[in-house]
């Protein structure tokens, strides 16, 4: 089983900035953020594909956040910038265990395993 490991969630002030973690166990993946608020469904964020040379973004977050993995830790990173009060979520990593290098999945429905989730919260 995949174990998907997340970290650097906290409290941050609006305008601030936070990089949240995520270590994969086993091979490269293709992986993904998603984020849900309280009373929200859960949405697509950003992902990058295994290679590491393509990545997608919600429209709420270009320019603001950037999605990176160091595939020689088998780990993926959200830099999270100019946050605002609307970002405060449980976020969520995720993995796509298809074998192309070039996907970047960005629908729940292609990932096959999750994380725990990592809260953010931005204060005003």
């Known amino acids: 089983q995949v174990q998907l490991v997340e970290s650097g969630g906290g409290l941050v002030q609006a305008g601030g900035s936070l990089r949240l973690s995520c270590a994969a166990s086993?091979?490269?993946?293709?992986m993904g953020w998603f984020r849900q608020a309280p009373g929200k469904e859960r949405e697509f964020v950003a992902a990058?594909?295994?290679?590491?040379?393509?990545?997608r973004y919600a429209d709420s977050v270009k320019g603001r956040f950037t999605i990176s993995r160091d595939n020689a830790k088998n780990t993926v990173y959200l830099q999270m910038n100019s946050l605002l009060p609307e970002d405060t979520a449980v976020y969520y990593c995720?993995?796509?265990?298809?074998?192309?290098?070039?996907?970047?999945?960005?629908?729940?429905?292609?990932?096959?395993?999750w994380g725990q989730g990592t809260q953010v919260t931005v204060s005003s």
């Open positions: 995720a993995a796509d265990r298809a074998m192309l290098l070039t996907v970047v999945p960005t629908t729940m429905n292609e990932y096959d395993y």
């Open positions: 086993g091979r490269s993946y293709a």
């Open positions: 990058i594909s295994r290679s590491g040379g393509s990545t």
